[in-house]
């Protein structure tokens, strides 16, 4: 894989892990974050012998957001053609993704994180769409995904004031799947994607189903239900034991 500027890759077995690496700007996104962030899971999706991501941020924040002093190039349309696709990689990634949280998950990082399938935190971690305060809003998935994950009015409640949700709460209202120890952390969500890397390409057809839920009717996300869960049947049975 291509040296990167703003991330670090390592290749871990069948897990891939994506550490967002500019710990002196807490990891805020600027334009070559997000392109070699996309570029690295495209270029992950292709490798069979990669089954899930684990994605985490250098100490001592995950993603503070967009970085302001190094603006996104080009005018909004620009942006419409050719950011949207970029920014949304690690929601369209068809492989498991798996969270690993510390310290702030704000703005755009808050989106970020809103895109993986199983958030796992620590007690610094702090969530806040903060957009509001600045008279703009969320634009790459917050809305939306916050709103599928926590419900509706919540997700209105922490939009509409751009406030922070702390770690105990994040855990409440179901943002994260899970808090651990600082020290735990990495380990912990390192071996749960180990396990779903090596259930592949199964935990693949669940994701895909799961996600069905969101985005169609129950009729139609029961038939793919279905459709998948014959296919897993039929991989296993031609699966050597």
Excluded at 34 to 44: D, K
Excluded at 86 to 115: Q, T, W
Excluded at 118 to 131: C, G
Excluded at 216 to 241: C, D, F, H, W, Y
């Amino acid at each position: 894989m291509a040296s990167n500027e703003t991330i670090d890759v390592q290749e871990r077995g069948r897990v891939a892990i994506i550490t967002l690496n500019r710990p002196t700007v807490r990891n805020a996104m600027d334009s070559i974050m997000v392109r070699e962030l996309a570029e690295s899971v495209r270029s992950l999706e292709k490798q069979d012998e990669i089954q899930s991501i684990l994605l985490t941020g250098s100490a001592p924040a995950f993603c503070s957001g967009i970085d302001t002093r190094q603006p996104f190039p080009g005018d909004l349309r620009d942006l419409y053609q050719h950011g949207f696709a970029d920014r949304e990689a690690v929601g369209l990634c068809r492989k498991p993704v798996v969270a690993a949280l510390s310290g702030a998950a704000f703005g755009a990082g808050f989106e970020l994180a809103l895109m993986a399938d199983i958030i796992f935190a620590d007690a610094s971690v702090r969530f806040s769409l903060p957009e509001v305060t600045r008279q703009t809003m969320p634009g790459f998935g917050g809305t939306q995904r916050l709103a599928r994950l926590v419900g509706r009015i919540r997700a209105m409640e922490i939009c509409m004031s751009g406030r922070v949700v702390a770690a105990e709460e994040a855990l409440r209202i179901g943002l994260v799947n899970q808090l651990l120890e600082p020290s735990e952390l990495l380990e912990h969500a390192f071996k749960f994607a180990e396990a779903i890397a090596a259930a592949a390409p199964v935990t693949m057809m669940i994701k895909e189903a799961i996600n069905a839920a969101d985005e169609g009717s129950l009729a139609s996300g029961l038939r793919m239900e279905r459709r998948l869960s014959q296919m897993s049947l039929n991989i296993r049975k031609s699966t050597p034991t």
